[in-house]
């Protein structure tokens, strides 16, 4: 699929929302003018395409290896899930492996109980600075508790 052909599918599935088909096209002038990174985009974009699987799917194919948003499929199993996030993790940290590396001894910390959900979170937001999309995937992965204070 092109660009194009893209382009009006987007504008076809908000036929009815003139505003949100505005803010796609925004988002994709702001990053053609070099306003805003990729990062960026895929954080705006993922929520302006939140309902629209199949939109998703067609723009990840426009997107930088590692920068997919996921779709996190509720028919699938957790592993599944996992599988598709760690796979992310990899790509976008291709060339530096302790990223990935790091980010799998802070889950194993959790897992043995080494550090709270709280902390773990904290690492991991700390690894993953710069990369929102990163760390708001893994709070999908998280038991739907609060992060504030030191709470498990």
């Given at each position: 699929m092109d660009?194009?052909q893209?382009m009006?599918?987007?504008?076809c599935?908000f036929?009815d929302?003139?505003?949100?088909?505005?803010?796609?096209m925004?988002?994709m002038?702001?990053?053609?003018?070099?306003r805003?990174?990729?990062?960026?985009v895929v954080?705006?974009?993922?929520?302006?395409?939140?309902?629209?699987?199949?939109?998703?799917?067609?723009?990840?194919k426009?997107?930088p290896?590692g920068?997919?948003?996921?779709l996190?499929?509720?028919?699938?199993?957790g592993?599944?899930?996992?599988?598709k996030?760690l796979?992310k993790i990899q790509?976008?940290?291709?060339n530096?492996d302790?990223?990935?590396?790091?980010?799998l001894?802070?889950l194993?910390k959790?897992?043995?109980?080494g550090?709270t959900?709280?902390?773990?979170y904290?690492?991991v937001?700390?690894?993953?600075e710069?990369h929102?999309?990163?760390?708001r995937?893994?709070t999908?992965?998280?038991?739907s508790?609060?992060?504030?204070?030191k709470s498990?």
């Amino acid at each position: 699929m092109d660009a194009l052909q893209y382009m009006k599918e987007v504008q076809c599935a908000f036929h009815d929302s003139g505003e949100k088909f505005d803010k796609f096209m925004d988002v994709m002038k702001d990053y053609k003018f070099h306003r805003i990174d990729v990062g960026i985009v895929v954080e705006k974009m993922e929520e302006i395409l939140k309902d629209h699987g199949d939109l998703i799917l067609g723009f990840n194919k426009f997107l930088p290896k590692g920068y997919e948003i996921l779709l996190l499929d509720e028919g699938e199993d957790g592993f599944g899930n996992a599988s598709k996030y760690l796979k992310k993790i990899q790509d976008r940290f291709e060339n530096k492996d302790h990223v990935y590396k790091s980010f799998l001894n802070i889950l194993l910390k959790y897992k043995n109980n080494g550090v709270t959900l709280y902390d773990t979170y904290l690492e991991v937001a700390t690894l993953f600075e710069g990369h929102r999309d990163l760390l708001r995937d893994f709070t999908k992965f998280l038991p739907s508790v609060h992060l504030r204070g030191k709470s498990t």
